[in-house]
């Protein structure tokens, strides 16, 4: 069964303005994971949050996790064009043996 | 660049044929991975091998066949496929499977496959 579920499913922003995206869960996890895709290419990892850590950051990214609300969110902080693409959270499925997506937030940052 | 490497990078057959996509990785990782993503859909896993040993099949029709002969490589053999399997199929790794301590996935660029 799906774990996580991406908020909004799309979200259009200008260049240089902050862009945020939630994900909430289903069950307890040990990791959550944020990934990247480029229309028709592979995912790219951005992020891993650990089910003990609160926040970390890389870069422009702010990743939270809220482990008694499942959820978690990814704020990109003055966004770019090159931003533009649709990011998913994956957490580790019920049995902690394999990876599990959500359908994604398709994110568009204008010039 | 990943490190995981799809071949082809596109594919186009009829539902009569058979054809394979291979991906190769090299990471040195134990476990590696098919997804499948279609049009506004969820990536859908499809199979997870581990140390070689299939781990995973999360009813996924026969028609998709998964060989993995080594850590290092991956096939997924196609045959009598429908036009809706038309996706894209990613192959990913990780150093392990994704419980405990777990890791992050590196993904291929994938195979776009459109069955007529």
């Known amino acids: 069964s799906q774990q996580g579920e991406e908020d909004p499913q799309a979200l259009s922003i200008q260049e240089g303005e902050n862009a945020t995206m939630n994900c909430s869960y289903k069950?307890?996890?040990?990791?959550l994971q944020w990934y990247r895709q480029n229309s028709g290419r592979g995912l790219v990892h951005l992020i891993l949050i650990r089910s003990n850590e609160r926040e970390k950051h890389s870069g422009r990214l702010r990743v939270t996790l809220d482990t008694s609300k499942k959820s978690s969110s990814l704020l990109i902080t003055a966004s770019r064009a090159a931003d533009t693409a649709s990011y998913f959270c994956?957490?580790?499925?019920?049995?902690?043996?394999?990876?599990?997506f959500g359908p994604g937030t398709r994110l568009s940052v204008l010039p | 660049e990943t490190g995981v490497t799809q071949t082809p990078r596109h594919l186009v057959m009829g539902m009569t044929n058979k054809k394979s996509l291979k991906c190769e990785q090299h990471l040195g990782h134990n476990a590696m991975y098919w997804y499948k993503q279609s049009a506004k859909k969820p990536l859908e896993l499809m199979f997870v091998y581990n140390f070689k040993e299939q781990t995973e099949n999360n009813s996924v029709p026969s028609r998709f066949s998964p060989e993995c002969p080594n850590s290092s490589h991956l096939f997924l053999h196609l045959h009598t496929l429908q036009p809706e399997d038309s996706a894209l199929y990613l192959c990913?790794?990780?150093?392990?499977?994704?419980?405990?301590?777990?890791?992050?996935?590196?993904f291929g660029e994938g195979s776009r496959l459109t069955v007529l």
């Open positions: 990913a790794s990780s150093q392990e499977l994704a419980g405990g301590l777990g890791g992050e996935l590196f």
């Open positions: 069950t307890s996890i040990n990791n």
């Open positions: 994956a957490t580790d499925d019920n049995y902690g043996q394999n990876f599990v």
